[in-house]
């Protein structure tokens, strides 16, 4: 601490220097936080997105279904699903911290409109009451949303994806015929008005999606099971306690060992490989902030030394050591980086706002159809790392000078112009 | 006792494939409390052995002896420490540390020995009071003129109350009324607290001066001259 003030001294001597040291050090900072803060925002939109978007906090499925396609698969087939579904569906939603827990049904098989186009689907079967208890957004681009109720026979209704919808030819209001193979390996066939268009956000997955009321859906596949049920929590942080209490309420049911009970995080192997290229490009970036940092820094103090020699060897003279020469380069070193980041923090803060009321939107990413909104997240943790880091950083960058500074013979240096 | 003893020194620098002797068979005596001119043209070796008797440098051959401490036992730290608690020096360009006051200069021996604030500070005042700079204790180097800032640095040197001051042509960048007043202060700070005192110079003024004058040449001494009744 005892050079701490003198180095404030130093640096004041050449504010021109200190400023431009600074303005780097806070440059590299608001690069770092605004990149941690897209980041952050990228991670929690895509886990919305996500568990939001049709995987829930948890699935509960049959346990060997899941041992036979994995934790990660996204259909399930409605035979080998889950009988007593409703039973479950009650014991679940009686656990505390849990919003609902809905039923769906998996299916696929060719659609069909009085025109003649036939295209081939995937869809799903769903409790929409349940869904919009659980914040599940289906994403309307014409028409009307699923009813709540059941619809009566002969009164199915379906939502298109826009890219189905097109490749049928078919609009809000029209007739598709819907066939596919039910649990006894018959053909089907099944009326339903097309209630609506929406979009799943995917571009391809637009072409062939469609949903329906779990009502019909089973209708179609003539069964009484669910493929799965999902279930939404309070809190998202809670899925993997929560997978615990449900198990523990199912064994109690006598259903142990019949259901498996999966995290979103275990199913959205998507997600997880976005967080990791993410992370990876954040830990690269910062990697060139680092390096371009201690150069341009290590330089300046560097030139800081150097016009002290003769200074440096009259303390040396005097009896300072050699400790307490590299004690001040340091501190200058220190000061530069808490400065520097400090500085970085507020001016990364207020672009991150400016940003933030900018509206600006990016363009969908590959295989998305709609551009998303570019938002920054305020990530306090990142704000002290920062802060961390470039102490750590000009540290690092003083290296250098300190080894110049104490290497210095004190006769040479007294003679120095 | 002596306060120096030196003992066939010998030190050569090279200047490209040139090795310039700078001392060649240096013995010397300095007592306790003297006040001695080391007098000879530019490149005699004046400030080679000054830099030497200062623990700043290291001989190629001989010995010194400084308090009775032979410093060419001691490690580099040790002659750090020596430097800082027994030795004093002035330098021709004085070598105030521009960022800190008259009297923040003169403490800095003090403060890196770790002395506590309020002595380190009286004891600053009181030796700025001894040269005549009491005044202008809050002034930086930059606002001091050259025969001011050499005062401050006499301060300095002799804050820490050191066995001996060394002083490499402390009178080299002044005019001949401050010059004489620095030799006069110096004298004057010998007389009154019993510091050796060896200063470097050619300036015929002061060796005229100089109760005792030692002449070198060619990395050698060539007389050793004792006077009575001056400074």
Known sequence: MKFARFALRNLARNPRRTALSLAIVAAGTVGLLLTAGFVRFSFDGLREAMIHGGLGHLEIASAAEVARRGEAALDRPAASGIADWREVQSTVEALPGVVAAGANVHLMGMAQKANGASVSFVGVGVEPGREQRMGFKTRLRAGDPLAEAPPAEGEDVALLASGLAAALGAAPGDIVTLLATSNEGMLNALDVRVAGILTTGVQELDTRFLKLHLASAQRLLSTDRVSNLLVGLVDARESESARRTVTAALARHGASGEFAVTPWTKRAVFYAQVRNL?????????????????????NTLVMAVMERVREIGTLRALGTTAGQVASGVLWEALWLGLFGAILGGIGGAALIALLNSANLKMPPPPGAVDPIDLRLAYVPEAFLGAIALMAVVLLLAALAPVRRATHISVVEALGHD | MPAFRARGLRKSYRLGNTEIRALDGVDLEIDAGELVVLAGPSGSGKSTLLHLLGALDTADAG??????????????????LLRRRKLGFIFQSFHLVPVLTAIENVEYPLW??????????????????AVGMSSRATHRPERLSGGERQRVAIAR???????AVLADEPTGNLDSRNATAIFDLLAALRRERGTTILVATHDPALMARAPRQIELRDGRVTADERREGVA
């Open chain 2, 112 to 129: 890196i020995d770790d002395l506590p604030a309020a002595p380190r500070r009286r004891r600053a005042l009181a030796m700025l009071d």
């Open chain 2, 63 to 80: 010995e010194i002896e400084f308090a009775g401490e032979s410093l060419g036992r001691l490690s580099e730290r040790e002659r750090t």
């Open chain 1, 278 to 298: 993410y992370i990876g490009i954040f830990w690269f970036l910062g990697a060139i902030v680092f390096v371009l940092v201690i150069l341009a820094t290590s």
């Open chain 2, 157 to 163: 040197a002799l804050v820490h109350e050191p066995l």
